[in-house]
């Protein structure tokens, strides 16, 4: 009776979750175990940019791209990862074909796919050289030969200890270029990882616990989900440890309110404290006028300003409408009072005299109503009383005449 395989870790389902936490973020899709063709074979890892009309990838996701595939330009990434295996000539001539199923299922330019081999064994030099591999720089090599110049070769242990080849560099079989990597990442060293969320985090401290804890010939059958696992029991026990001044350092006031409603961010401040550091109109923008004034007494508002500020914003008689006439009279002398409307009076009193004087006239000499026109107009009140007088005791119309001739020279 045959003995049946041996169940082993899938080290590509871990590298290709690595690769999900990193690089969806930042526009590019992520397929694992992804199908070439209707039916097998099957790709380890599918990169995709997102964006169809993104030629060139963006400095975020520079940062997170290993050698050789960030120099690509294609925006279909197939990625085989060896991690117990070596490379070897079928390998090579195994993963060309998948390049070639691949475009042409797809219906894909060249220009459009590359194809890479993340080797984690540094691969035997003189094969490579047989098949016509060439380093072109640490770690990364590629061949003109037709059977396999599609294929890039990724020699993980070599690649230089930067950190946009650590991520990949974690799964490099020399413990030393693994350890150093971890290091790089798990201390934020990342330009693209600065922040790194939760689940990136989470997953990073467990593979590492799993990839350095012992050794890989000893280790059981490990999944994603165990990695994750691990890493989320780190976490809490890391954070379990901390005070809460080293769980808020590195934090922005922004990211430590995140989450916080606002009752919650202003829970034990005082009315001061609330205020600090906003402008005064800042603050009274937030209310209406009378909502603001609602809250003062009358005499405290207008105690503030002068009272022709206050008076200024209303027309007189929206002001005066607010008092008996007494009430305004008894705050002024009758002169100040008079003062104020004696050239009225002196209009008034002077149109009285003249109607006087025309009603005169028009008795003692039977003239009409307009016989003397404007004549006797525009003279002052003293003016008109001395014509009156003189109509009542003139004799006859002609010296009245003469007597308003002077005073019109005059």
């Known amino acids: 009776m045959s003995k049946p395989k041996p169940i082993r870790t899938h080290w590509h389902q871990l590298l290709g979750k690595l690769f999900e936490l990193v690089l969806t973020s930042l526009g590019i899709k992520v397929h694992v175990d992804f199908n070439l063709m209707s039916k097998p074979p099957r790709a380890d890892i599918l990169l995709l940019r997102r964006d169809p009309h993104q030629r060139t990838w963006t400095?975020?996701?520079?940062?997170?791209?290993?050698?050789?595939?960030?120099?690509?330009?294609?925006?279909?990434?197939?990625?085989?990862?060896?991690?117990?295996?070596?490379?070897?000539?079928?390998?090579?001539?195994?993963?060309?074909?998948?390049?070639?199923?691949?475009?042409?299922?797809?219906?894909?330019?060249?220009?459009?796919?590359?194809?890479f081999i993340l080797s984690s064994h540094t691969t035997n030099k003189k094969l490579l050289a047989e098949y016509g591999y060439e380093e072109v720089m640490p770690g990364v090599y590629r061949s003109p030969y037709p059977m396999v110049n599609r294929v890039v070769v990724l020699m993980l242990n070599d690649l230089r200890d930067v950190p946009h080849n650590a991520f990949v560099k974690c799964f490099a079989s020399q413990a030393t270029e693994k350890r150093k990597a971890f290091r790089m990442v798990l201390e934020m060293g990342f330009s693209s990882l600065s922040r790194l969320s939760s689940s990136l985090w989470m997953f990073l401290a467990g593979l590492r616990r799993a990839m350095l804890g012992k050794g890989d010939e000893?280790?059981?059958?490990?999944?994603?989900?165990?990695?994750?696992?691990?890493?989320?029991?780190m976490q809490e026990m890391l954070l379990a440890s901390m005070s809460v001044e080293e769980r808020l350092r590195g934090l922005d006031s922004e990211e430590r309110l995140r989450g916080l409603d606002s009752e919650e961010r202003l829970r034990g401040l005082d009315s001061e404290e609330r205020l600090r550091g906003l402008d005064f109109e800042e603050v009274l923008s937030r209310y209406k006028p009378e909502e603001v004034l609602s809250r003062y007494k009358p005499e405290e508002v207008l105690s503030r300003y002068k009272p022709e500020e206050v008076l200024s914003r209303y027309k007189p008689e929206e002001v005066l409408s607010r008092y008996k006439p007494e009430e305004v009279l008894s705050r002024y002398k009758p002169e100040e009072v008079l003062s104020r409307y004696k050239p009225q009076l002196e209009q008034r009193e002077c149109q009285g005299a003249l109607k006087l004087l025309n009603r005169t006239l028009q008795i003692r000499f039977q003239?009409?109503?307009?016989?003397?026109?404007?004549?006797?107009?525009?003279?002052?009140?003293?003016?008109?009383?001395?014509?009156?007088?003189?109509?009542?005791?003139?004799?006859?119309?002609?010296?009245?005449?003469?007597?308003?001739?002077?005073l019109t020279k005059a």
Do not use: W
């Open 367 to 406: 003239i009409p109503p307009a016989y003397f026109g404007n004549r006797l107009e525009g003279f002052p009140l003293e003016t008109l009383e001395l014509l009156s007088e003189v109509a009542v005791t003139a004799n006859t119309l002609a010296e009245f005449e003469t007597k308003l001739n002077e």
């Open 59 to 115: 400095i975020e996701q520079l940062a997170s791209l290993p050698d050789g595939i960030r120099d690509s330009s294609a925006s279909h990434i197939l990625a085989e990862l060896k991690y117990t295996e070596v490379v070897t000539g079928d390998v090579l001539e195994k993963v060309h074909g998948y390049d070639i199923f691949y475009r042409t299922t797809h219906e894909l330019k060249k220009s459009e796919v590359a194809t």
């Open 218 to 233: 000893e280790m059981r059958v490990i999944t994603p989900e165990d990695v994750m696992a691990i890493g989320k029991q």
